[in-house]
């Protein structure tokens, strides 16, 4: 069993800043990717940050030079940090890993920015 626990989210002015976090645990032999992707509502899923498997990341270009994602191979963990955040982040944000041929997904942490 694979689980992912998210921390971090809340409200936020525009302009500023948040850092969430990513845990995963379980039964897990070799994470393949591990990133965070987010869902506003009436819209799709989509990236927003990703490790993918040659060790490179991967950003969605709406967020390019303000979010930065990190993470502890070792401890299973992949940090975003977000910042000169726009209303038009707000969203529910999801990690998101995949371990071989299956995706998991943590519960979602809101993020909401205020104008």
């Known amino acids: 069993q694979v689980q992912l626990v998210e921390s971090g989210g809340g409200p936020v002015q525009a302009g500023g800043s948040l850092r969430l976090s ?7 032999f070799r994470i ?5 992707y987010r869902q506003a509502p009436g819209k799709q ?6 490790f ?5 990341t991967k950003y969605a270009d ?3 030079g303000r979010f930065t994602i990190a993470r502890d191979s070792a401890k299973k963990t992949a940090n975003l940090q977000m910042n000169s ?7 529910v944000y999801y990690c998101g890993i995949t371990v071989s041929i ?3 997904w943590g519960q979602g ?7």
Request: aromatic content about 4%; glycine content about 6%; proline content about 2%.
């Open 109 to 115: 942490t809101q993020v909401t920015v205020s104008a």
């Open 52 to 56: 993918i498997s040659d060790g490179n």
């Open 45 to 50: 899923r989509e990236l927003v940050a990703t």
């Open 22 to 28: 990513c845990a995963a645990s379980g039964s897990i």
């Open 102 to 104: 299956q995706t998991y």
């Open 85 to 91: 955040l726009k209303p038009e982040d707000t969203a």
């Open 32 to 36: 393949n990717t591990m990133g965070w």
């Open 62 to 64: 709406s967020v390019k």
